[in-house]
């Protein structure tokens, strides 16, 4: 790559303090949002809701926390510079920045480059706000966004990466989970919004006094009477009312409320994860459907991290073309398979199967030693018998042949 090129990936392009105005008077133009008379604004205010906030990021921490990987590769110098500077911290607060195409769609992020030891290498990544973004409606650019307040393009697979949630439907905004969650969420919180006014009329209980009268005027004004006189008590009062027949409190339906919540976190948690007996009570629910629901949510946690996995590859494609050109690159990959237990693995080297030794350091994180000096292996116990091979012949003889 040319110096001049070089230079131009160490340079800044995005300014989040120069565009923080224009985003405050920017609203999203996608047709869902329009058709529901909102913003991308929602979306903040939805993740403030402790139910979704909670889920989201229960989502986001188990891509987060399945083991990231590279494939090896024959220049070794490449291996060694991928393996030293693309390494476990700066891949997760990437990753943990691109998941947020998650709740919101998409995420974009600029890379900033530094120079070190002779090498290019990512320092950090700066998080492009959604709302600071439009795309072309039309031509081959039509996927690339654009920075709206300088007409920017995007473009630089150097500088920038973005990542979808990608439901396959081709929607340059991707497809956010949060926008199933919408209805459920606005339904609650139109409910909080009147409890209340709610509770202020049905949250005491309401008295009621049965009394006889012989005729309807006189009905009419002893109801009123004693009408006067219940709203003039407060909570915790007692008085006597003359020519009443009976006191019955009416109970209000104040239960209705709760129900009203559980029901809209209910499905609140099929939108984001899919199922809801295990982000819920479950003491109604079977150990089978536990089961079945968790697999549920497992399946979607791959989907996630096998569309991050494509997203971070293009980080080491850049690593590789910038300071090895024409160098195959490292493929990353994110283990979300379901492997052996570690009992399994060590039966299985009991019994003399052969295990990848790699393995055993990267999927099952087991202390690798730096050098022959570093390593410690147990000491072999001591046979019962002097010589090991004659001994267990001895040991499997039939008394006959003893």
């Known amino acids: 790559m040319a110096n001049t090129a070089k230079k131009d990936i160490t340079s800044r392009v995005i300014d989040i303090n120069g565009f923080r105005s224009v985003v405050r008077s920017m609203d999203d133009t996608s047709d869902w949002l329009s058709s529901v008379g909102e913003s991308t604004r929602i979306f903040n205010d939805m993740m403030t809701d ?9 989502r986001k921490a188990k891509v987060l926390l399945l083991n990231g990987s590279m494939s090896d590769v024959k220049n070794k110098k490449v291996a060694e510079a991928c393996h030293k500077y693309l390494n476990f911290n700066l891949l997760f607060s990437l990753n943990n920045t691109l998941l947020n195409a998650v709740p919101f769609g998409i995420s974009i992020v600029e890379v900033c480059w530094d120079f070190r030891d002779g090498y290019y290498v990512p320092a950090s990544f700066v998080p492009v706000p959604r709302q600071a973004v439009s795309f072309p409606t039309y031509g081959a650019d039509y996927g690339v966004p654009v920075l709206t307040s300088a007409n920017l393009a995007l473009s630089d697979p150097n500088k920038f990466l973005v990542h979808r949630r990608d439901s396959g439907d081709g929607n340059v905004w991707g497809s956010p989970v949060l926008r199933m969650a919408y209805w459920p ?10 409890w209340l006014t709610a509770a202020e009329k049905i949250g005491v209980p309401s008295i009621l006094a049965i009394f006889e009268t012989k005729n309807d005027a006189e009905a009419q004004k002893r109801a009123d009477m004693l009408t006067a006189m219940l709203q003039e008590m407060e909570s915790g009062s007692s008085g006597a009312f003359g020519n009443v027949k009976e006191i019955q409190v009416v109970q209000s339906a104040i239960n209705d409320f709760d129900t009203l919540v559980k029901t809209c976190n209910s499905e609140i948690a099929y939108a984001i994860s ?39 590859q293009k980080l080491f494609d850049a690593f590789v073309r910038i300071n090895f050109p024409g160098e195959a690159a490292p493929q990353y990959d994110i283990d979300s398979t379901d492997y052996a237990s570690w009992e399994q ?7 003399g199967v052969p295990v990848s030794l790699s393995a055993l350091y990267e999927k099952y994180h087991l202390p690798q030693p730096s050098g022959k000096e570093d390593s410690f292996t147990k000491p072999q116990q001591g046979l019962m018998f002097s010589d090991a091979q004659k001994d267990a012949a001895f040991f499997f003889q039939t008394q006959g042949q003893r």
Do not use: C, P
Not at 50 to 58: K, P, T, Y
């Open 50 to 58: 402790g139910r979704i906030g909670s889920l989201v990021e229960d």
């Open 185 to 194: 969420w606005k339904f609650k919180k139109m409910g909080f919004r009147f």
């Open 274 to 312: 899919a199922q809801n007996l295990s982000t819920n009570e479950t003491q109604y629910g079977t150990q089978a459907n536990a089961a079945v629901h968790e697999k549920t949510f497992s399946d979607i946690i791959k989907a996630d991290a096998y569309q991050l996995q494509r997203t971070v």
């Open 345 to 351: 693995v060590r039966d299985a080297i009991d019994r």
